[in-house]
């Protein structure tokens, strides 16, 4: 690993409900290297490796629409 690099062993899944999506981009406030406005303004997962679980959880519960699904490594619902 170089300097200046992170490693993360992340093993969520992250869903993204474009029908609730209304585009407020708290998520990419909490880790702008996961995800990313497309080009209709709804939060799309940009790489989910980039990120710890916490920091994960943390930009699921910033959503304030609740668009943000994250399943552990068996596909158990973590949040919402």
Known sequence: MWAGSREY???MKII????????????????PEVFELDKEGRAV????????DHTLLRAAKGCTQNAIILLDDRGHQVYP
Do not use: F, H, K
């Open 16 to 31: 993204v409900l474009r029908e609730r999506c209304t585009g407020l981009a708290n998520c990419i406030g909490v880790v």
């Open 9 to 11: 062993n992340s093993r």
């Open 45 to 52: 997962v940009m790489d989910p490796l980039n990120a710890d």
